[in-house]
């Protein structure tokens, strides 16, 4: 039996990916700066930081595998760049030391597709030209280099895995501030989404179990620095976001639209290393993750209001 060590255990990610270890009898072990949340109470739980190396090595003890979430967000990355280097470049380091002292045999790092930067030309693949445009972005990268590098040195297998935009419905029902998640929220009360920035901004929105799917299966490989992007291959503009929205839930609106001068970023994966050596396609439309997104918003407010 596997013994996963997942950082950042309490987050988005973490705990969907958890979730479905834990189905499939999977030991597990947490690790996170925040409390163990409820519905991880089945689970080895450990609170710590990744930016203090004695918590990693403590944490690592005994695992097979680390699967490296933990990190600051793009939000946050802009107003405390430090902290934000610290925890996603230095807690990297920290991470990929302790493994490699404790003969871990795998290490899947999920970077960013925020690394491409404002791509040339679309599709992006894992070899085109890499251009951060944020602070996250940039310490993201940085924990790509260390597990090349790593894995180049010191044998250690790391795989790194390059998320698009990831979206669905969060574990525990929390709200989160990501455009569709506005956006399904906003028309769940009869308001109409507003797109505050450029409507032909594009994204590669990919589900939240597509992405758990891909995580564990680069967790039953060996990697040796290997990059791959983890994305659907399709891009879906901010307008036709929210009118596919609108078209799921039958509201009677329509966007609205506060245009910016923020240049508009278009991102779209080229999925063909996934498929090639992960094995990996995704498999939930936009669609049906946005219905069901719906769905649980709608269970929500119907709680709320009785």
């Known amino acids: 039996m596997q013994h996963v060590l997942v950082t950042g255990a309490s987050g ?124 996250y972005a940039a310490s993201k990268l940085c924990g790509e280099v260390l597990c090349t590098t790593f894995a180049r040195c010191y044998g250690l297998g790391t795989i790194i895995l390059r998320l698009f935009n990831v979206y669905g419905a969060p574990v525990d029902g929390s709200e989160r501030a990501t455009v569709e998640a506005v956006f399904v929220r906003r028309v769940a009360q009869g308001l109409p989404p507003v797109i505050k920035g450029d409507p032909e901004e594009g994204r590669d929105f990919i589900h939240v179990s597509d992405v758990v799917r891909a995580i564990r299966l680069a967790l039953d490989m060996r990697g040796a620095g290997k990059v791959i992007n983890v994305g659907t291959g399709v891009m879906t503009t901010l307008l036709e976001l929210a009118r596919l929205v609108i078209a799921i839930s039958g509201a009677k609106v329509s966007p609205v639209i506060e245009k910016t001068d923020v240049r508009p970023m278009r991102i779209q994966a080229d999925v063909r290393r996934a498929r090639q050596v992960l094995g990996f396609q995704a498999e939930i439309s936009l669609f049906a993750g946005l219905s069901q997104m719906l769905e649980q918003v709608r269970s929500h407010q119907e709680v709320v209001a009785s």
């Not at 270890?21 to 739980?45: H, M, T």
């Not at 990693?56 to 699967?67: E, G």
């Not at 760049?81 to 899947?108: I, K, M």
Request: glycine share 8%; charged share 20%; with cysteine.
């Open 12 to 135: 988005y990610i973490g705990q969907h990916l958890i979730e479905s270890l834990l189905k499939d009898n999977v030991a597990v072990q947490g690790f996170s700066r925040g409390p163990r949340p409820v519905g991880l109470s089945a689970i080895e739980w450990q609170r710590g930081d990744v930016r203090r190396l004695a918590d990693v090595q403590q944490a690592v003890q005994d695992c097979d595998a680390v699967v490296h979430l933990a990190c600051l967000p793009l939000g946050q990355s802009l107003q405390d760049p430090l902290s934000d280097f610290h925890v996603n470049a230095l807690g990297t380091f920290n991470v990929l030391y302790a493994a490699r002292a404790a003969a871990v045999r795998q290490v899947v790092y999920t970077s960013t597709a925020q690394v491409y930067g404002y791509p040339e030309r679309l599709p992006v693949g894992e070899e085109d030209v890499i251009q951060p445009a944020s602070p």
